[in-house]
């Protein structure tokens, strides 16, 4: 919002812009955008069998998005992502609610408490859950006790395990966003809408949720892209149903020697992902735009805390 | 804490970092010799006793397979010195010029190689790599979980191990062992045979819970899984420390391999790395070596001076009915692509 | 609105619970005697010991720390300019710098790790310990950026303007008026930096080489091999208490600022 207060500082303000905008946009440019199209070029390489890239151009590794096994891997990673985001939604919004509702004091408290253990490091924090689900670990115990689990079963390399961490992984990223957007909400809404006969079941999803869209759609966005290219947590936790995406990536090229396969493969999944991103900015700036409870800062939702993003 | 303080002190921080950043290792401080290996696979008092007697420093970076091995070194990981591919890698690393000749003269002790082994590998004049350690693979179960254990590979599918047992993630020993069980080659390039492969892995699948290249030696120590396949150095090292696993060579056929020393074009201590190997191939180097890491060496000296209890454990000898039927991986040339979508199918399936 | 407070009271508590109870299991374990920690065999500091002898993770450490000391001030330098920019300015280069601060933010993890694995082969960079050091300032200065853009919403511009009529050139400003204010923000940014760059296991996993072992590829391989796996949750034991500190200093760094 600058506004030139000499015209004759006119270009000044543009050579300020670019050297504001350079330093950043440039190393961007060389590390992340040509990368980017590193990949995208480098899908449409043939394979050489010793290793790397070879000398031809070909749509063969485009084609590997119609082989079975990845379209079977695609559906899966698409299911395993819906999952997880819908969990982290319906766990994080009563968070988001709760935190919202407390005093001042509290919220700073609830806030740390909340992002306390995403602060450690998040290769221990799965490796504890691995000895927490263990066999013969008290949870395993306690769920054979409850019948939930048989006396041969493990609660650990299933689907079950991969959503159980995926969840805890990635529900602070769902709870931050809804929180800094319930923070803003005008709670006497409710209050008007309950006035109105509402009850208050029908208040809080008709008014409180759509208050806070800016907010689900953030983190819908989040937990649901980060878990599409997750290929960690299925490695550690998971079992033979649980590969998703990213391993098939990971493997084709750190050890099957198909650098442009997995090029094909993590530039659909990049593309599936930009398409998200844009459709949600778009549809975020239509709310700005039209609803004035909301403040320009919902545009931006500020992501205080995001560390693993796999 | 004042604004302006921090700030100097994360300068000052920031600066000592990068000098330590800048300094050449070569020049400045011991050199540090950089070797690429399998994880468990050297006694780590003997890597200290080399640092000592020649005042360097060693660094070892570990793999869990030959391909991803190759795939970084292809990828442009460039300062390692040492590597340790199994043979059949060797090859296709030294039509891919990334290996450099090993002067003999630098190296006398390669005389301790047996010349029976060193007639298997590819490298059989020992030009481009030296060999280090022969092992196979075999399944280890839980003596309280498996009564009347078989020796074969079928033990994968009996109900006891179901849900609890792990087979290689490795493509080459884990169709290996089927296409064993089956009578066939392991190096076979016939798709009829890696169709049956294939359906048995499958099947065996079932039994399983993953695919997994080093969390079985825990696994099967802590009693988390029953039966897992795995490499025999490694077993020998559970085995050791807990008698409530045991061993199980099937009578089918094994895979055996043979890995190696290379040394590396891209290293930067090449003097250093001839010593290196020189040192492991000293005999009461060697003997020591292998009998804390499970692996037998080729190294004739070194065989004479191990006990006869060593030759004796389970997870080192190959009873003779099993030895006629073992077999050595290779390459597989322009087939890859062959038995990799073999290996997918069963990933998929 | 009591049942409504209730039900989301429970729900708090346990998603806490839930946050906390693999750390708790992970401290418990760091004492306990027992190598596999399924059942309690003793209480024991030779973890402890035994981790303070291992050079491995020792060195990984150093290495970690060190790519994080020198990742931090760059990426918090570009995401800080990144910030200005992106507030101050809104024409079509905005747009596109923004696109290109933002989308880091939307991509897996793996992606960024495979794409500049490709970028630094093709290149002829090669990988090693200043690969890893361009990718850790590449994904943070996205989250820099944001943390600060988002300051700088809230921030007083009046306070600018003031100083601007009673002579300050842009330079004082920006050096006596909105660097001072928005230091908490920028000390935010940086340690947010610092903490992404020293959890970093995919990107760096996938263009680490020789030698240049982090404290997170160390531990996702001792995790596989490692006989002496508690060793891993002595040094999470005293990361968490390292981390705690970590925070409760940012806390009392960023305490908002007394106003005149």
């Excluded at chain 2, 120590?221 to 099937?250: A, C, R, T, W």
């Amino acid at each position: 919002m600058e506004k030139s207060r000499n015209p004759r500082s006119a270009p000044a303000i543009r050579t300020t812009e670019w050297w504001l905008t350079l330093p950043s946009f440039g190393w961007l440019l060389v590390f992340f955008v040509i990368p980017a199209l590193i990949i995208l070029v480098i899908s449409f390489r043939t394979p050489d069998v010793t290793g790397g890239i070879g000398s031809g151009w070909t749509w063969g590794n485009w084609s590997a998005w119609l082989h079975a096994d990845v379209r079977v891997l695609t559906l899966r990673t698409l299911w395993v992502s819906a999952e997880t985001t819908a969990v982290c939604l319906a766990l994080a919004i009563p968070v988001a609610w709760f935190m919202a509702r407390c005093s001042v004091a509290w919220r700073g408290t609830l806030l740390l408490l909340v992002i306390l253990p995403f602060w450690t490091n998040f290769l221990i924090r799965v490796f504890a859950w691995k000895v927490l689900l263990n066999q013969d670990g008290l949870a395993a115990r306690l769920a054979r006790a409850l019948h939930i689990i048989g006396d041969g079963d493990t609660l650990l390399y299933h689907p079950g395990a991969v959503l159980l961490v995926l969840v805890y992984t990635h529900l602070p990223f769902a709870i931050l966003p809804l929180y800094a957007a319930a923070e803003k909400f005008d709670f006497s809404l409710l209050d008007a809408a309950r006035d109105l006969g509402a009850s208050a079941p029908r208040a809080f999803f008709s008014v409180f949720v759509p208050g806070i869209g800016a907010g689900v759609g953030a983190a819908a966005l989040m937990v649901f892209v980060a878990t599409l290219g997750n290929y960690l947590i299925p490695e550690i936790v998971g079992g033979h149903e649980s590969d998703m995406l990213g391993n098939r990536i990971a493997q084709r090229a750190l050890s099957d020697r198909n650098l442009p396969e997995a090029a094909a493969l993590a530039s659909g999944l990049a593309l599936a992902a930009v398409v998200l991103a844009a459709a949600l900015w778009k549809w975020q700036r239509r709310q700005v735009r039209t609803h004035a409870t909301n403040g320009p800062a919902e545009a931006n939702p500020a992501r205080h805390l995001q560390s693993e993003n796999s | 804490m004042n604004k302006r303080k921090f700030l100097r002190s994360l300068a000052a921080t920031t600066a000592i970092a990068s000098c330590d950043r800048h300094a050449d290792p070569a020049r400045s401080g011991p050199a540090t010799l950089q070797i690429y290996m399998w994880a468990d696979y050297i006694k780590p008092a003997l890597v200290q006793q080399f640092e000592l007697q020649n005042k360097c420093r060693v660094v070892i970076d570990t793999f869990d397979s030959n391909e991803a091995m190759y795939a970084k070194l292809k990828a442009g990981a460039t300062g390692f010195d040492i590597a340790l591919p199994s043979s059949y890698m060797v090859k296709l690393m030294k039509e891919q010029d990334l290996l450099s000749q090993i002067d003999r003269v630098m190296v006398p002790n390669l005389v301790n190689i047996s010349a029976d082994v060193a007639s298997k590998v590819h490298d059989k004049m020992m030009t481009h790599s030296v060999p280090y350690a022969v092992g196979h693979t075999v399944l280890a179960y839980r003596k309280d979980k498996l009564p009347k254990p078989e020796p074969t590979w079928a033990t994968l599918e009996r109900p006891e191990v179901k849900g609890r047992c792990t087979l290689l993630n490795d493509m080459r020993e884990t169709l290996g062992a089927a296409l064993k069980h089956l009578g066939h080659s392991i190096n076979t390039r016939d798709d009829q045979h890696l169709a049956a492969a294939r359906d048995l892995v499958l099947r065996w699948k079932k039994s399983t819970v993953k695919f997994d290249n080093e969390a079985y030696k825990t696994g099967i120590d802590s009693g988390e899984f029953s039966l897992v396949h795995g490499y025999s150095g490694d077993l020998f090292q559970v085995v050791s420390d807990n008698d409530k696993v045991g061993i199980l060579v099937p009578q089918e056929g094994i895979v055996m391999s043979c890995d190696e020393f290379v040394i590396l074009r891209q290293g930067q201590n090449p003097l250093l790395a001839h010593q290196f190997i020189n040192f492991m191939l000293e005999a009461n180097i060697s003997a020591e070596n292998m009998q804390e890491i499970g692996y037998l060496s080729p190294n004739k000296p070194a065989l004479d001076l191990v006990s006869r209890d060593f030759f004796d454990h389970p997870a080192i000898r190959i009873p003779d009915e099993v030895k006629a039927k073992v077999e050595v991986i290779e390459d597989l040339g322009p087939d890859l692509p062959k038995w990799t979508k073999a290996w997918d199918e069963v990933k998929a399936g | 609105m009591t049942p409504r407070r209730t039900f989301s009271g429970t729900v708090t508590a346990l998603v806490l619970l839930f946050f906390h109870a693999p750390l708790i299991v992970l401290v418990a374990n760091s004492f306990n005697a027992s190598r596999f920690g399924g059942t309690w065999e003793g209480f024991t500091l030779h973890w402890y010991t035994d981790l303070a002898a291992n050079r491995e993770v020792l060195e990984a450490f150093g290495r970690t720390l060190k790519i994080a000391l020198l990742a931090t001030p760059a990426a918090t330098l570009l995401g800080t300019l990144a910030a200005f920019a992106l507030h101050r300015h809104h024409s079509r280069l905005q747009s596109a710098h923004l696109v290109c601060v933002q989308l880091p933010l939307v991509l897996p993890e793996i992606l960024m790790g495979f794409s500049l694995l490709l970028f630094f082969i093709a290149t002829g960079w090669g990988l090693g310990i200043t690969a890893i050091w361009a990718a850790h300032v590449t994904f943070c200065i996205s989250f820099v950026a944001m943390i600060i853009l988002a300051r700088l919403q809230d921030f007083d511009f009046t306070l600018v303007d003031a100083a601007r009529d009673l002579g300050a050139s842009a330079w004082q400003v920006a050096w006596r008026v909105l660097l001072p204010l928005l230091w908490p923000g920028i000390l935010a940014g940086a340690l947010m930096a610092f903490t992404l760059s020293i959890d970093d296991f995919v990107i760096t996993f996938f263009v680490s080489g020789p030698g240049t072992t982090t404290l997170p590829v160390q531990i996702y391989s001792m995790m596989k091999t490692s006989r002496s796996l508690p060793v891993i949750n002595a040094l999470s034991a005293l990361l968490l208490f390292g981390t705690i500190l970590l925070v409760a200093t940012s806390q009392w760094l960023t305490r908002p600022p007394r106003r005149p």
